[in-house]
């Protein structure tokens, strides 16, 4: 089964960047939205970014401003680049897809993001 494979998190300090990179199957033509999500300890999983086909984005307020989605359609690949980032970001990180009807298609493993105060 095709899955996504997530990269680039780590322990960063308070003020620091991070870019996260996540890659789907090349072959995998149902996916129209790729994103990712984040989950702290003790609270539930959250939107932070997301990017349609076409480009279209969506952020979680909290980030909007140091955070920035990006994508390649041809490789089937999402970044998140990651500024400024403060202790309440520090959360496991999991990537998603999504089909045209807005469905979750895949998850990733997820990825740990701790950023020290």
């Known amino acids: 089964q095709a899955q996504l494979v997530e990269s680039g998190g780590g322990l960063v300090q308070a003020g620091g960047s991070l870019r996260l990179s996540c890659a789907a199957s090349?072959?995998?033509?149902?996916?129209?939205?790729m994103g990712w999500y984040r989950q702290a300890p003790g609270k539930q999983r959250e939107l932070v970014a997301t990017i349609s086909s076409g480009g279209g984005t969506n952020y979680a307020d909290s980030v909007k401003g140091r955070f920035t989605i990006s994508r390649d359609n041809a490789q089937n690949t999402v970044d998140l680049q990651m500024n400024s980032l403060e202790p309440e970001d520090t959360a496991t990180y999991y990537c998603?897809?999504?089909?045209?009807?807005?469905?979750?298609?895949?998850w990733g493993t997820g990825i740990q993001v701790t950023v020290s105060s």
């Open positions: 090349r072959s995998d033509f149902s996916i129209y939205i």
């Open positions: 998603n897809t999504r089909n045209k009807f807005g469905l979750s298609t895949r």
